[in-house]
């Protein structure tokens, strides 16, 4: 009876060892195969981590640029505007006579009737 009973626990605890190692095989897989997909979520995150940084980086570089030709612009524009408003002033200057005439007589030495002109020497102040 004795070496009944103990080939009945061999079998038992070789059953045993068989189920206990198809379980740690299975765990092994389970494992290996998390691993796995761990490591290719984790590429592709930095992938995308990467292209994100990129795009940013070059988003940023754009803006900048943007940014000093809008400041260029405004400057320009600004020119531009002191420019027409002393060009419509001119238009106004010339519809006025008496702009006009001064104008002559400071450029062209006309004179008006009656009036003698001068004219004096340069003098320097050497």
Do not use: C, H, W
């Amino acid at each position: 009876m004795i070496s009944n009973q103990k080939s009945t626990i061999r079998e038992i605890d070789s059953a045993y060892k068989q189920q206990r190692e198809q379980e740690l095989a299975i765990q092994q897989k389970k494992r290996r195969g998390l691993m796995k997909r761990l490591t290719a979520i984790g590429i592709l995150g930095a992938l995308f981590a990467v292209i994100g940084g990129i795009l940013l980086f070059n988003q940023m570089v754009l803006t900048t640029e943007k940014n000093q030709e809008k400041a260029a612009l405004e400057l320009e524009l600004e020119q531009l505007k002191a420019e027409q408003q002393y060009l419509e002033q001119e238009i106004v200057n010339y519809n006025d006579l008496d702009y006009i005439a001064e104008i002559a007589r400071r450029d062209y030495f006309f004179t008006k009737k009656g009036e003698t002109l001068f004219t004096l020497p340069n003098t320097s102040s050497d």
